[in-house]
DNA sequence: TAGTGAATAT
DNA sequence: AATATTCACT
């Protein structure tokens, strides 16, 4: 069946993505091209251009992940993706585009933070920060031990195979409704911007987020992700919900999860006139518990 | 002096 | 547009 796959690619084409695809051991998709190592990494010309494909680039994400975005600098990034060939001036310039496209998905709270200072002892003030965006609120905010909130996610960050970053992937005008909210990141390894942690026990995630087309390569490629396949995973999906709506409404002075906006009052008072509820008490400013 | 992030060049 | 190179800075 491989041997098959491979020679129809070679018949195909001889294009580079077509060598990647079909190759050799299913354990790294990127395969040897004359120039290039097993990463894609061109080693025998001294003007190495890195290709920097969909492995490479998960491979960087991981160890950008593993590392946390504070202590992700070119050099242990290098140093955890132990790729052959590849330089610290090709992780940092690597680093600089994901940076840019992360900034470019959250705007608001990056341009507070970014650039980092470039003092250690300043670059600690802002711990933590987290790989993927996560509601405003939660990145500054202590949260209860073990609570992890979902990540964001977006719109498919590859499309047939092919990198999609920047206005294409995330157009200005798209309205942030239509991003899709993964609980399982892990998932996402080859998206820019997004964690990348232990898959579940399940192969595939399974939640209603991924309805609208939030998956990634890999998932769209290797499993039929949609609807929950059965009871369990159903249920899993509404705890998750559950628990958010439990804190948006347990902590109403926080800002709205999943970056939704308060409803009007106008809409507020409708509702609860259709609910019976015609008075509605007066609110006593600043007087929430924290 | 080495390493970094950003700017600039290719 | 993607990647390499340069540069200012720590």
Redesign the pocket.
């Known amino acids: 069946m491989v041997l098959k796959a491979r020679v129809i690619c070679l018949l195909i084409s001889r294009s580079k993505d077509c060598l990647n695809d079909c190759g050799g051991d299913a354990g790294n998709p990127i395969k040897v091209s004359g120039l290039k190592n097993s990463h894609g ?2 080693v025998n010309r ?8 969909h492995e ?2 998960k491979k960087f994400v991981q160890a950008v992940e593993q590392l946390g975005v504070d202590q ?7 140093e955890l993706m132990k790729v052959e060939g590849l ?11 994901y ?2 496209h992360r ?1 470019h998905i959250l705007p608001r709270e990056d341009d507070r933070r ?7 002892a ?1 670059r600690s003030y802002y711990p933590h920060k987290p790989v993927m965006a996560y509601p405003p609120y939660h990145s500054n905010q202590t949260l209860p031990a073990g609570q992890v909130y979902p990540a964001w996610g977006s719109p498919s960050s590859y499309s047939a195979g ?7 992937c995330y157009p200005a005008w798209q309205p942030t409704e239509s991003w899709h909210w993964n609980p399982y990141p892990a998932m996402n390894a080859d998206a820019w911007g997004c964690p990348v942690m232990p898959p579940p026990h399940t192969a595939c995630p399974s939640f209603p987020q991924n309805v609208s087309g939030f998956q990634s390569f890999d998932a769209m490629h290797n499993c039929s992700c949609g609807m929950p396949h059965n009871s369990l995973e159903l249920q899993q999906a509404e705890e998750v919900i559950d628990e958010v709506v439990r804190e948006a409404i347990s902590k109403p002075w926080l800002p709205m999860p999943l970056g939704l906006k308060p409803p009007s009052t106008d809409s507020v008072l409708t509702e609860l006139s259709k609910q019976g509820i015609s008075t509605v008490p007066p609110r006593i400013n600043g007087s929430h518990p924290r």
């Not at 001294?46 to 494909?53: A, H, Q, R």
């Not at 992700?72 to 290098?78: F, G, W």
């Not at 330089?87 to 585009?97: D, Y």
């Not at 970014?114 to 250690?120: E, G, H, K, T, V």
């Open positions: 990494v061109k001294k003007k190495m251009k890195v290709d920097w494909t490479l680039h992700a600098i070119p050099s242990r990034i290098l330089t610290r001036h090709n992780v940092a310039s690597h680093l600089q585009k940076r840019m900034r970014w650039p980092y200072p470039r003092n250690p300043q092919v990198q999609m970053w920047g206005p294409h």
